[in-house]
């Protein structure tokens, strides 16, 4: 009636709008851990398997190769994660041709989607390998391409030290731009001396010239920070035994054996030692 008040509902009404709440709750938890196991998206699931399965297959050593539009495939539809986590698979394989193949597609779509920094990082492991095969004119190409991917990335971020260490790395590598690298990784660490990347590097530069008194700052910076560096370890014994100082290399392989006696750099370390 118009002016009354408005009456409530009948306790049928209640009783089935209840049941339309209780059952929308329960279909939103449903489907909220349903995504979680991949019920609704049953690939998701088996996606990290999938990548596993697919480094183990047959590899491509060019791109008509069947496989490589296998992996074509798969590529077009993972995500980021996933197709770096099949990259560092492939990486760890012998197959270093794929490899290389791998890294340019990866680089090519992280540029199609911006990421300019994962691109250059790509095309740097891409590039390692393929000197690994001797390859020397393709493995320059990919470092020029990776330089011009880490100077987007530093444009966008310059604040961020990595894309300028990574950069110099690729430098360090290209015929005629090594001193130029050297100078970029010596210049990150006059702003930022504790930078451990540049730092290992320039040791590793410096144990190679035989510059064992700077290699040992280098590395004992490095392990300031990163006690558990075996790579670091290991180089600042060779830069300690480079000098004559053995009773030194000697207290820093104590040091080594506590974070590394079952590593390799382990067991490398102890044959420096023997040696007379």
Not at 10 to 34: C, M, T
Not at 46 to 67: G, H, I, L, M, Y
Not at 82 to 111: C, I, P, Q, T
Not at 216 to 242: D, M, P, Q, Y
Request: hydrophobic share 40%; glycine share 6%.
């Amino acid at each position: 009636m118009i002016g009354s008040d408005p009456q409530p509902p009948n306790k049928s009404v209640r009783v089935r709008q209840a049941i339309l709440i209780i059952g929308a709750l329960v279909l939103f938890v449903l489907l909220f851990f349903a995504d979680k196991k991949a019920l609704v998206n049953p690939g998701g699931a088996n996606r990290d398997q999938n990548v596993k399965e697919n480094s183990v297959q047959a590899k491509p050593t060019n791109k008509d190769d069947a496989a490589y539009a296998q992996f074509q495939a798969f590529a077009e539809s993972a995500s980021e994660k996933e197709l770096l986590h099949y990259r560092d698979s492939v990486f760890s394989s012998n197959n270093k041709v794929f490899s290389a193949l791998v890294a340019s597609f990866v680089s090519e779509k992280f540029v199609s989607e911006s990421n300019a920094a994962l691109a250059g990082n790509a095309l740097y492991e891409g590039a390692l390998d393929l000197m690994n095969q001797g390859d020397s004119a393709s493995a320059v190409q990919f470092l020029e391409n990776a330089v011009q991917q880490y100077d987007q990335a530093i444009a966008r971020n310059p604040e961020f030290l990595d894309y300028q260490v990574n950069k110099s790395l690729c430098l360090v590598e290209l015929p005629g731009k090594s001193m130029e690298g050297i100078l970029g990784l010596r210049k990150i660490t006059e702003s930022d001396p504790g930078n451990t990347k540049a730092n290992y590097m320039l040791g590793v530069f410096s144990l190679r010239t035989g510059q064992y008194a700077k290699a040992e700052n280098r590395f004992k910076t490095v392990l300031g920070k990163e006690k558990e560096n075996c790579l670091a370890h290991l180089n600042l014994i060779k830069a300690l035994s480079g000098q004559g100082k053995a009773a030194e290399a000697k207290v820093e392989s104590e040091k080594m054996k506590i974070y590394c006696a079952d590593s390799p750099e382990w067991e490398e370390a102890r044959k420096i030692l023997v040696t007379p």
